[in-house]
Every structure is written in C-alpha cells, then in structure tokens.
C-alpha cells in the first residue's frame, strides 16, 4: 500500500502568512492527488485536486504544486477561515484512496 | 442542489452491527462512484470502501474486510454502510463521499455530513 507523510503536523500561523504543507508519498503517485480542509465537527472539504487543480469555488489564495512523490499545498495569504487541518491523499492506487495524517494550522 | 445526506447517531453495544445509510440528492446516482471513510474521534481520515451504484460491485479495506458491507439501493439513491463485530475501536464518524472522476483524475467531491458511531458496553 501507498503511504502519505506529511509535515509539520502541526504549523502556527498569523494572519497574512505563506502556509506551505509538504505531502510525501512512499512511491510515485504522478499527480494523483488530493487535499482537502476540515474544520472541528466538519466534514472534509475539496480543495485541490490532480495535484494542482483548484476546485471551484475555492478561492485562489490556495495553490498545489508536485508530482511524483513530493507534493506541496500553498495558502499564499493565509485568513482566519483558513485555521483548520489540511489533509492530502493520493488516487493513484485504485481504489484504495489512502489519507495523510493531517496538518493542523493554528493561530499564533 | 447536490447533496448526501447521512442518517443519524447510533449507540452499540461491542459485538453488535450497525447499518449507516447516505441518500444522494441532485444528480444521477448511478453516475459517482461512492466511498466511505471514517475518523476516530482526534484521529485523522480512515478510507473504509467503495461501491459502484450503478453494478453494486465493491472493493473494501483489507483491515474491515469480512466485518464491512457496502451495499445500495438504486430506487431511493441510497448507499449503505454495515460495520458488523462491533468494538470500542470502531467509534468514529462515518462519512459518505462521492468521487468526482476527469480526465487529470479522481476526487471526493462531495461529503455526507458524518453520522457518529459510538460502540460501548
């Protein structure tokens, strides 16, 4: 099976920051994949998709870069919606569709 | 608007089963793939299974298979989710989702709102 790290595990942040998540795979993925926002009590939301692919409606402050096995979620101004955990996950091993651990970013 | 809705919060004594269902509202069921995935309460997301709605085929985890059931009903747009030799460690939400399929590839779309399992003697 696929495995997904990702790091930090946990990030403090202010307002108006540049956010990076580093998402790693144990073996090449191409850009199969995904990251997703959930907020406590929430379900997952969609936010990037084939690596790089912004769902709609989500606002372009958030960008994803990679392939392979390195992959990275960039919040480029980060806003107090934004505090949340940040989970990627990899569609290359149909269909088993593995998660990360997950990155919680709070408020500093 | 398209939408899963989940049913409600179950309460299980270990041992017993519990049956989840997810109805899908505002698109062609038959069309999406659906999975499911749960979260232990603090933990991160657990990928359970999918199934196919449309042919009913499915494929789950290697860890629940022989305790997970995933089955639906193509008449009410409605999946199912039974979790059977109920333990303590199957406390969770139990999330719904639906795969959106392109060409540069998959992804969860759409999520249920989560039902909360909770196994206790």
């Known amino acids: 099976d696929i495995q997904l790290t990702q790091s930090p595990s946990f990030l403090s942040a202010s307002v108006g920051d540049r956010v990076t998540i580093t998402c790693r795979a144990s073996?090449?993925?191409?850009?199969?994949l995904a990251w997703y926002q959930q907020k406590p009590g929430k379900a997952p939301k969609l936010l990037i998709y084939?690596?790089?692919t912004l769902q709609s409606g989500v606002p372009s402050r958030f960008s994803g870069s990679g392939s392979g096995t390195e992959f990275t979620l960039t919040i480029s101004s980060l806003q107090p919606e934004d505090f949340a955990t940040y989970y990627c996950?990899?569609?290359?091993?149909?269909?088993?569709?593995?998660f990360g651990p997950g990155t919680k970013v709070d408020i500093k | 608007q398209v939408q899963l809705v989940q049913s409600g919060a179950e309460v299980k004594k270990p041992g017993a089963s519990v049956k989840v269902s997810c109805k899908a509202s505002?698109?062609?069921?038959?069309?999406?793939?659906m999975h499911w995935v749960r979260q232990a309460p603090g933990q991160g997301l657990e990928w359970m299974g999918i199934?196919?709605?449309?042919?009913?085929?499915?494929s789950y985890a290697q860890k629940l298979q022989g305790r997970v059931t995933m089955t639906r009903d193509t008449s009410t747009s409605t999946v199912y989710m039974e979790l059977s030799s109920l333990r303590s460690e199957d406390t969770a939400v139990y999330y719904c989702?639906?795969?959106?399929?392109?060409?540069?590839?998959?992804?969860?779309?759409?999520w249920g709102q989560g039902t909360m399992v909770t196994v206790s003697s």
């Open positions: 989702a639906r795969m959106y399929s392109s060409s540069r590839g998959n992804a969860f779309d759409i």
């Open positions: 073996q090449g993925i191409s850009s199969y």
């Open positions: 996950q990899q569609l290359n091993s149909y269909p088993i569709f593995t």
């Open positions: 084939a690596a790089s």
């Open positions: 199934i196919n709605p449309s042919g009913g085929s499915t």
């Open positions: 505002g698109y062609t069921f038959t069309s999406y793939y």
